[in-house]
Nanobody, 124 residues
Framework: QVQVVESGGGLVQAGDSLRLSCAAS????????KGWFRQVPGREREFVAA????????AYADSVKGRFTISRDVTKNTVYLQMNSLKPEDTALYYC?????????????????WGQGTQVTVSS
């Protein structure tokens, strides 16, 4: 059993930066990709960013391109999301997810393991 755990969320002001981290405990393995999603109450979960675990290719939602950067540390089996120039509309519960077969998934149904989420709140 794999437990995916996010950390790094918090309350910041518009224009500030945060870095989210995602690690795993339990029975771990190398995934095909890891990704970040976010969700606000009453809305569907939306894709934020993904990274292919072997080659490092990345994908981003248009809303975060140029502001967010996803990266990985394969030695620690950890993925990061550096969020710069944060906006109030970035406020959400951010989820980390692991995929085990698809190289660079951008849909939540393509992921196999999920964390509980970490809250990011950006005040104006």
């Amino acid at each position: 059993q794999v437990q995916v755990v996010e950390s790094g969320g918090g309350l910041v002001q518009a224009g500030d930066s945060l870095r989210l981290s995602c690690a795993a405990s339990g029975r771990t393995f190398s995934p095909s990709a890891k990704g970040w999603f976010r969700q606000v109450p009453g809305r569907e979960r939306e894709f934020v960013a993904a990274i292919n675990w072997r080659g490092g290719r990345t994908a981003y939602a248009d809303s975060v391109k140029g502001r967010f950067t996803i990266s990985r540390d394969v030695t620690k089996n950890t993925v990061y999301l550096q969020m710069n120039s944060l906006k109030p509309e970035d406020t959400a519960l951010y989820y980390c997810a692991w995929a085990i077969t698809i190289d660079l998934p951008t849909a939540d149904k393509e992921y196999n393991y999920w964390g509980q989420g970490t809250q990011v709140t950006v005040s104006s």
